[in-house]
Every structure is written in structure tokens, then in C-alpha cells.
């Protein structure tokens, strides 16, 4: 049996409907913002009952922007977590900001009491990951924004539909990234982004900068640069959309049956953790396990594609040499770089294909 790890070749082997969405499109003329955007956002925000969306180029331009548009300044402090993708941090930078690192807690989302360390008169935001799908403790890191003056950012690029406390993701923040990349929960032909916004105002700042600064044809208001969603790619996000739910259950259950079974496997698989009133979405399904690296040699001789998410956190990247850190110092995510590693969850896996992942583990610490 083969399980594969990306599921593109599954959710695009009936296109005709996709086509026929797209021709339409095209015979309306309208490729960039237009109809099929605004249609797109509306859907998006109402999922996740925040009352702005707004689409651009990328998950990546989503936290640049939204780190602009809240007004930060050059050299301003912004914490974040060193377990996540590199694009958190490469945002923080590209927005003129310094990047403040700290651990996770579980080796998954930042450590709230580390935050707190962290804050100093140069801060100026917090961007909580949503690191796999799970979810930050949003309740507390609201709490400490709002006490100290700092605004909050949200990467959920990780995490479309996930939520705490029956609030979903987005709901928190003062602004939010999502991508829609083709490997992310929701996800286009390509690169893709949006932000969500509860403030009308930076709904409409980030409109503006994101469109070249223009109020109409012929007046630009400030310098801004050209990062929209294409309409080709709306088009195809709000196809998806229609069966995200389902599918994003769907996803949760797969989860599901591998934490059951893995339960049993004693001290050998650690399945992941959450706190009580997450929803977690388990974009990325993530156990730290017992000789990892073996681990993943049986799965892959076996057909099943795991991967490492991933092998070296970002305060131990060439890129992050100037930031100032040093091995040792986030144990979490250092430990986690050696012994977690990612199995194929995603919705389009069979019964079978998710019986066959869970009996191929089995079997490797059953020998
Ligand atoms: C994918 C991802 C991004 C960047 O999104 P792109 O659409 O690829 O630019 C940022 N942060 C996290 C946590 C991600 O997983």
C-alpha cells in the first residue's frame, strides 16, 4: 500500500466542475479583486465569524501586511515562537521588526509564561503560531496584549477552522494570517493568503496598501506594493471552501483513530497534546517518538510518507546567525526537532490507508 502524505492528486481527479468555474470567470474579464474575491472573502470571514477578510499574494505577504498595517516601526520587538515555519519569523523581519524568540510548550504552540518574560519597553506585538493546528492559549494572550499595549497577531497559516473555547481562530487576534498554499487545509492552484480583521479600519489600510496605496484609478494615498489574490485562485478556494467542514472533521477524525491507538503504544509514541477547548485541526498530525529516525525509515520501506516538521527550529537556522541565539536554549524545540515526526492525516486517506499507518507502527515497536 502506498499512503501518501500530499492529497493534490486525490482532490483534483474530478476537474470538470473546477473548469467550468474557471470559465465562467474567464468570460467575466474580472482576473484581479472583483466578484469572485469579494465572494471568496465573505465566505472565508463568515466561517470563522470575524466580520472582515481580506485576500493577497501569499500566507507569508498575510503577516508582513498585517505587521505594516498595525503600525510597526523599525527596529519594534515582536515575540513569537522558534518551533513554526520560517516564514513567521522571515515576516517579522521583512516588516522592519525584531524578532524575539521563545520555547513551546509540548514542543507545539508558544509558552504564555515565556511571552510574558520576554515583553520590554521595545515591544511592540505578539504573533502566536497555531503551530500544527493547535491552538495558543488565545484566552491569556489576549489578556497580556490588552495589559501591556501590545497588539496581537495571529499566524493561523496552520490552522483554517481551528478555534478555542468555541471561538475560532481569527476571533482573537487583532489581525490574522492564513495561507493557502497547497499543502494547507484550505488551499488553491498556487499561492494564495488572506487576513482576517475584526477592526473595519485596518481592514480597510491593509485594502489600500495591498492595492499599490490607490483610492481610485488615478490617486495613490501612500506607497504600497501589489500583493492581491488572484481571481483564478478565489474561484478555486471557494469551490473548496463548500466542503471544508466536512472535511476538516473528517481530518479530526483521522486524528482521532491514530491517538487512540497510538495510546497504546505506552511510552514509545507520545501523541499530541491540547488544552481543554481546543480545536484542534491537525493540519500537521505530529507524535514524538521513540528512535524517530528508525521510525521513519520502517514507514518509509512500508509505502507510508511521513516527514519531519521540522528538523531545526528557527533560532538554529543560518538565516537566524544575527538574531543572537544559541543551541540550548529552547529545550522544547530543539527536542522536538530530534524525536517528532509528521504521519499522513489529511482527508482524502481511506479507512484502509489510516488502519494500514496505524498497524505499520504497531509493528515497528512490536519487533
Ligand atoms: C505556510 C506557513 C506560512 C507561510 O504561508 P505561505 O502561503 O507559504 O507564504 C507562514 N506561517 C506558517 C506557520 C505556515 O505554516
Known sequence: MNVPFSYLQRQFSELDGYLADLRELVSSGSLTLGHAVSEFERGFAALHGVPHAIGVGSGTDALVVALHALGLQPGDEVITCTNTFVA?????????GKPVLVDSENGYVIDVDQVEAAVTSRT???LAVHY???????PRLRAIADRRGLALVEDACQATLGGINGRSVGSWGDATAFSLHPLKNLNVWGDGGLILTPS???????RLYCNHGLIDRDTCAEFGINSRLDAVQAVIGSRLMRDLPAMSARQIANAARYDAAFGELGDCVDVPVRRPGVRHVYHLYIVRAKRRDALLAHLERSGVRAKIHYPRPVHLQPAARGLGYREGQFPMAEEHGRVAITLPAHPYLTDDEVS????????FYRS
Open 88 to 96: 513567521t519569523v522571515g515576516a517579522i523581519v521583512h516588516a522592519g
Open 124 to 126: 511592540r506585538a505578539i
Open 200 to 206: 473595519a479600519d485596518l481592514a480597510a489600510r491593509i
Open 132 to 138: 500544527t493546528g493547535n491552538v495558543a492559549d488565545m
Open 356 to 363: 494500514y499507518t496505524i498497524e505499520q507502527v504497531r509493528q
